[in-house]
């Protein structure tokens, strides 16, 4: 078994990944709000506004989306692989995100799919 973690730089692409990874037989992922240490900083750079009436509108920055989930073998990472880059493109290209897999020594609560044997 294989965990794979990818962060999504786009998040509004989340949907169009999801139905990929689906489509290539992943059912279960963890989604997770997240944002990297370059949005951080950039963050912290703005100045506050003394009056804000729209605290949630102005000056907000979207972060990144980290999916998780756990595969049976190296097959399923490089579909899951080629299934990401047709929407996100190269992920050597900034901007599209990161990902990357592992290998687990032990799995528990993960069901068997027919699908991904």
Not at 66 to 77: A, D, K, Q, R, Y
Request: charged share 20%; proline share 6%.
């Amino acid at each position: 078994m294989y965990a794979i973690m990818f962060v999504l730089d786009d998040p509004n692409q989340l949907d169009k990944i999801l139905e990929a990874w689906e489509n290539v037989g992943i059912s279960g992922v963890t989604i997770i709000e997240s944002t990297g240490i370059h949005r951080r900083a950039i963050q912290k750079q703005r100045i506050p506004m003394r009056f804000q009436f729209t605290p949630l509108a102005v000056g907000i920055e979207e972060g990144n989306i980290t999916l998780l989930t756990v595969v049976p073998n190296e097959e399923v990472i490089q579909k899951c692989e080629a299934a990401t880059e047709s929407i996100v493109g190269d992920l050597n290209d900034p901007d599209t995100g990161i990902l990357f897999a592992w290998s687990l020594d032990f799995v528990k609560g993960v069901p068997n799919d027919p699908r991904l044997a």
